[in-house]
Structures are given as C-alpha cells and as structure tokens.
C-alpha cells in the first residue's frame, strides 16, 4: 500500500468516525428529547397513583372507623335503651350525665300493689317453664297497661307487681288513672284466668290494692341499679292489697276521697295500719252511671273521658302559667301573666251564662291558655306562634287532633279586627277585650299603650288615646253576657276618653 493510499483510507476513517459521532450525538438527542416528553407523563402517572392509593387507604380508615364508632353508637344506645327500662327517662338522664341521682319527695302519688291468688298452689301444679311464661304473659300485658296510663313501673318480686302514678312527673290524675289500670287489669285477669289440672276451677285470681300520699323515690345500686319508692303511702297499699279480695281493686279512704266523682265504690270497713290508725277501705265496682258507657259499668262515656280531661287541664294550667311567668319579655306590661288570667276568667264566667257544654268548656279554657303564649317567641304574629306551641305540647297532655284544631282556631279568632262566627268564638272574643268595659280600664289601657310604645307601635299619649275613641266606637261585644256585663262601663270609658281629648 502506497503512502497516498494510507493517507486517504486515513481521512475516510475520520470522516466515518465523523458521521458515526454526529450519528450518536443525534440519537442521543432524540432519546434526551424523548425523555424530556416522558418524564412530565411519568410524573402525572406517579402522581395519580399515589393519590388514588391514598384515597384507598383513607377509606379503609374511614370505613374501618365507621364500623367501630357504629358499634360503639350501637352499644351505647343498647345501654341507653337498658338503662330507660330500669329507670324513668328523667332519672335515666340524670344518672348519664351526673353520675348520680337526687332523691325527690312527691305529695301525691298513687301507688298499687297486686298479688295472684293462691300462687303456692299454682307453682306445685304447673310444670316451672309453663308457670314462668304464664307470669311472664300475665307481667307484659301488665306493662302496657300501666304504660298507656301514664303510671311508673316500680318492681315485681316473684308473683307481686308494684307500680305508682304520678312519678317522676307530678300531676293531679294519677289516683283515676291508676284506678283505671287496675279495673283494667282485673278485666283481663278474669278472662284469662286458668283451670287446674282437675279442671274443676280457677286457681288464677288478683288481689289488687291502692293507696295514695307522699312518698320518696330514688335509685338504689352501683352495678344493678333499680328505680325504687319508699315511706308509708307503700307500706299502705301492701296493707290494701292483703286486705283486699280475689278480683276486687282495694283502695284507702284517701284514694276514694280523689277519685269518688268517677267510680262507683263500695264501702268495707276499716283495717287497723300501723302508724296510721284505722284506715277506711273501699272496693272499686266500676264507672259511676252517668260516666258509664255500658250497663256492667266498665266502660267510660264521653262524658267521663271530658271530666278526667278537665282535671288533667288543671296540670296544663300550672305547667303554662308557670313557663309564661318565665319566659315572656319583661316589657309585656299588658300581654302579661294577669291578662291570661284574666281572659281565662272570663271564658269560663260568659261561657257558664251562656250555657256552653263541658266539652265545649274544655276547649276554651284550653284556647284562653295559650292565646298569648305566642308572645314568648314573637311579638309579631304572636297568634300563630300560640298555634304552633298549642299543637306541640297539647298532645302530652292527651289532646285529640279534633280538640288541638279546635283551640287553634279560637287562638286565630283573637286576631284584630275580631270577626267571630260560632258562639264559642264571640266568647273568646268578647273575653280578650274584656277589660275595656272593666271599672280599671283606664290604668289597664296605660300599661298597653306604655307596651305599644316600647315595641314602637304607637308615639304619643294623645295619638293613643284618639285611636282608643275609634276603636271602642267601632267595637262591639258579641255575646249577650258580655253585653249586659260590660256595656255600660264600656260607654262611660269613652266619655272619659273624649274628656281627656
């Protein structure tokens, strides 16, 4: 090989290594611009993923989470759920939130006691699983009856079962409603009674005994708590139902002194009570006649369902009252505790003279009640705010749906300008604007317009007192009671007020 030929295989070498350079440097490029476009969706995708794993593993924590504060809601409304079976609601509540609960003293309880009847015999007879789901049969009716009558299961103790009205919540109708239980229960009793094995006769039957007074109740236990009532009322009633007869209510002297209006009573006796003396006992034989809806007595008519509604009303009265005395405004110089009053005063006096039945009566008190309680939550509308209070808490007091729309409508009648049609809605009104024919109305007018005033429904005395003029010219009393009652002291008013103009 010549030196020409060395050098020229020499430069196409370097030209090939050249080429081959420039070769790498491109594909090397391309793959570093290749990457530069992979890396962002590499990023993204790592990214995602992480974030939906996260997600994954937030929702197994949130799930698993769920799961255990589930068991615990479920657990703790299972002990809440024990705990209101052994305990009133009340005292339940208590117990949760303070740890302990403070004895209470109640004036008026009605307490009963029953007793199956030759129970001995019947445990001798009976194969033991037969007697205790007989019990447990004879226990659970017994439940709901008292529970439907408003009355507070205390214990049983083997074939004894004790319970009270008029805890924990105090009223005024525990001595009827107990008496009610009992005749109902005692009804029940006589239909289920069984034979013995001879078949000859029943060996099931029910000593039942009842006695009202004082007691004081409270809860005993740490681990096994249990709801309890003691003093000498309960030692009473025992005494009432070991002195009583199979298939007889047995009650005090004291009992039947509540509940004589109702209930037909037969006298038998006296019974000697340690502490007490001798104490006067009656049987219970059913509703009186003109309570009752059938022959036997044993069924109550509408008119002893209006006479127990009126006694409860007297329990509605007291628990208003009292949350009006707290909770209306201060400023309410004529809205105020006396003006309820006063018109509750009323609709029973015009009512009476106009001769009004006693359901009819039940349903006006109940309205001049809560006519004004709206007054509470607004002084605007104040009507339709009554309404609505009325329909919340009239049905714990055992109001139907047809008396709750009844007392709502007369609230609404003492909307201005009072435009009555039916008589008890003339006497609803005719009682709100009583006091304008009342020898006060002068200071009574004052502290309305002092009221108006405050609320800036009214800027001067002599502004009020010219719209009084105007309101008493155009206002008229629609009952002929309230007429004769009030008319002529209304017109000497309005002298008055012209004097003054």
Sequence with gaps: MTHYTLCILLVKSNMMLRILGQVEIGLFSQNLILF?????????????????????????????????????????EKAEKLLANLLPKQTAEELQSKGKVSSRRFRMVTVLFSDIHGF??????????????????????????????????????????????????????????????????????????????????????????????????????????????????VNTASRMESSGSVGEINISGMTYMLVKDFFICEYRGRMPVKYKGNIDMYFVKGFLPNMSADLKGLLPNDYFLTSFQMLRYDDLEETILTKMENELPKNLYYHNLKHTIDVITEVEIIGRKEGITEAE??????????????????????????????????????????????????????????????????????ADLDYLGRTDFIPVSGNLYRELKEYGKIKSIDEWNRLQIRFIENHQYFTKTARSMRNVNKYKQLEKLRELI
């Design 120 to 233: 001995t015999k019947i445990v001798e007879q009976m194969n033991p699983e037969d007697l205790i789901d007989e019990l447990d049969k004879f226990f659970m009716h017994f439940d709901s009856v008292v529970e439907k009558y408003n009355i507070e299961k205390i214990k049983t103790v083997g074939d004894a079962y004790m319970c009270a009205g008029g805890i924990p919540n105090k009223n005024r109708t525990n001595p009827i409603e107990v008496i009610l239980a009992a005749l109902e229960i005692q009804q029940y009793m006589n239909k289920m009674k069984i034979n013995s094995k001879d078949g000859k006769k029943a060996i099931w039957g029910l000593r039942i005994g009842i006695h009202t007074g004082p007691v004081i109740a409270g809860v005993v236990g740490t681990k096994k708590v249990s709801y309890d009532i003691w003093g000498d009322t």
């Design 36 to 76: 530069g476009l992979l890396l962002p969706i590499i990023v993204v995708f790592l990214f995602l993923w992480f974030r939906i794993e996260l997600r994954r593993q937030r929702s197994e924590l949130e799930k698993e989470f769920y799961n255990k504060n589930q068991e615990l809601i479920f657990k703790k």
């Design 361 to 430: 009566m039940l349903i006006i008190k109940t309205a001049a009640l809560f006519h004004d309680t709206g007054f509470i939550l607004s002084y605007n509308d104040h009507e339709e705010f009554g309404v609505k209070l009325a329909k919340h808490i009239l049905p714990k007091y055992k109001y139907t749906e047809k008396q709750i729309d009844e007392v709502s409508n007369l609230i609404m009648h003492t909307k201005h300008p009072p435009q009555p049609e039916s008589l008890l809605e003339m006497i609803m009104c005719d």
